[in-house]
């Protein structure tokens, strides 16, 4: 059952940036996942809506960033310096429980989106 409807997949070029938004209001936890091709879906990043505090994947912490508007309505992940292994089926992921040992488990996540596509050409 799909909860949200992501915005701001497109084509980009390696070194670009490109800002993600999802629209969950009301959860404890956001996270995004990917999945690309051939691969499984992978955990990106993470928030804690009442904390803030954030979790990242090895492969995008520098370089991709999970927030929050004012309002705690729209999530947000900012992606720079995009690199072709990018490419991916972005998915916006919430949760009602506050605590998950593991935040970029996608079984700590039961409401999903849609899905938004990234295309990193180099």
């Known amino acids: 059952q799909v909860q949200f409807v992501e915005i701001g997949g497109d084509s980009v070029k390696a070194g670009d940036s490109l800002k993600l938004s999802c629209p969950a209001a009301g959860y404890k936890r956001v996270a995004w996942f990917r999945r690309a091709p051939g691969r499984d879906k992978e955990g990106v990043a993470s928030?804690?809506?009442?904390?803030?505090?954030?979790l990242y994947h090895v492969s995008v912490k520098g370089r991709f960033t999970i927030s929050q508007d004012n309002n705690k309505i729209m999530t947000y992940l900012q992606m720079t310096n995009l690199k072709p292994d990018d490419t991916a089926m972005y998915y916006c992921?919430?949760?009602?429980?506050?605590?998950?040992?593991?935040?970029?488990?996608?079984?700590?996540?039961?409401?999903w989106g849609q899905g938004t596509q990234v295309t990193v050409s180099s």
């Open positions: 928030i804690a809506t009442r904390t803030g505090g954030t």
């Open positions: 992921a919430a949760d009602l429980r506050e605590d998950y040992p593991s935040p970029l488990d996608r079984d700590g996540y039961k409401y």
